[in-house]
């Protein structure tokens, strides 16, 4: 079978997220077993950080601290960037898509970057981690605050808008801890898991697919889906490709004419393109009230699922080039 799958056209990551997304829509995670599932993903999730803790040396962790440059770059293309794009776009989508999905889908350009998929994919690119770790981070602190800030700017609304220090807690809690742990534990296990980092690897790939399983599920089960008509679905789809599209040429381009290395572009086009979905229902959640929240992050949602395929195949395609090039360099 593995050699069925390795002789396959279809690569194996992204038919794991395409296999995910169909479960998910013919069997969601609901009840009991979406309580579990959401445990087993923060599991995973924290996992996920502690290894990256213990891979990075604590020089390695630092130089990414301290990369201004870089993380200026990604925090301008997530507040900056994204908002004028949306703000631009959005009067040419309230009469294609109606006004509720247009606001919905400016809404999204305004949620933080995500954590997880951003440095998972960072990774498998050959990128730089240290410095993804430290922007997605950033971005969703600052989001907590920064993302209502724009709303109340951008968007009209009489909603109130109520920040709690929750999602900072699990910030700190889900990925920090972990990380730091991880460097504690570097020279106890670093060893072990440098001798066994092909199996590592699928803790990247893994995390990402029970992520899009656990999201595309609660959006079946909330039935965000039947909420609007399947051709507004349908153009949402269209301008949610072309919008990861143009992102992934910007955030590739800017930086390269910033004089940044090809581990940096990777670091700022994998985190300077997504917008978190797990930040972003949260945040509508106690900015809307009512029917309003489910034409807020549906936008979001499908923006989601879009940037994460997309984004699959191309650390896919980096990661491939990358091998490609060491075994061109003579040993």
């Known amino acids: 079978m593995r050699k069925l799958l390795e002789k396959s056209p279809i690569d194996g990551f992204i038919a794991s997220i395409f296999l995910a997304v169909v479960v998910a829509a013919v069997f969601p995670a609901s009840g009991t077993f979406a309580d579990v599932m959401d445990w087993v993903v923060t599991a995973l999730i924290a996992l996920l950080f502690f290894l990256y803790g213990t891979r990075l040396s604590p020089r390695e962790a ?135 980092a092909e199996p590592t690897k699928y803790v990247d790939r893994g995390s990402i697919v029970m992520v899009v399983y656990v999201a595309f599920s609660e959006g079946v089960q909330s039935g965000l889906w039947s909420h609007v008509d399947t051709l507004d679905v349908v153009l949402v789809i269209i301008v949610s490709t072309l919008l990861v599209a143009v992102m992934l040429a910007i955030t590739w381009f800017v930086p390269k004419r910033l004089g940044f290395n090809r581990e940096d572009m990777i670091a700022a086009q994998f985190c300077g393109t997504k917008k978190s979905l797990a930040t972003g229902l949260p945040l509508a959640s106690v900015m809307f009230t009512g029917s309003v929240v489910g034409f807020m992050v549906l936008p979001l949602m499908i923006f989601h699922q879009i940037q994460l395929i997309i984004c699959a195949w191309l650390a896919n395609r980096y990661h491939r080039q990358a091998e490609s090039q060491d075994d061109a360099v003579p040993a």
């Open 62 to 196: 630092l130089d990414g601290l301290t990369h201004w440059r870089l993380h200026t770059t990604i925090l301008a293309f997530t507040f900056l960037l994204f908002p004028l794009i949306g703000l631009a776009l959005h009067p040419l989508l309230s009469p294609l898509i109606g006004s509720d999905l247009a606001d919905g889908f400016l809404y999204m350009t305004l949620v933080p970057s995500t954590v997880q998929s951003s440095i998972a994919f960072t990774s498998i690119a050959r990128g730089n981690v240290p410095g993804a770790i430290v922007s997605a981070s950033a971005s969703n602190l600052l989001g907590v605050v920064l993302t209502p800030a724009l709303v109340v700017l951008l968007m009209s609304s009489d909603e109130g808008v109520h920040i709690s220090g929750e999602s900072i807690l699990e910030i700190v809690l889900k990925i920090l801890v972990p990380f730091i742990v991880g460097q504690l534990a570097r020279p106890l296990v670093g060893p072990f898991l440098t001798r066994y």
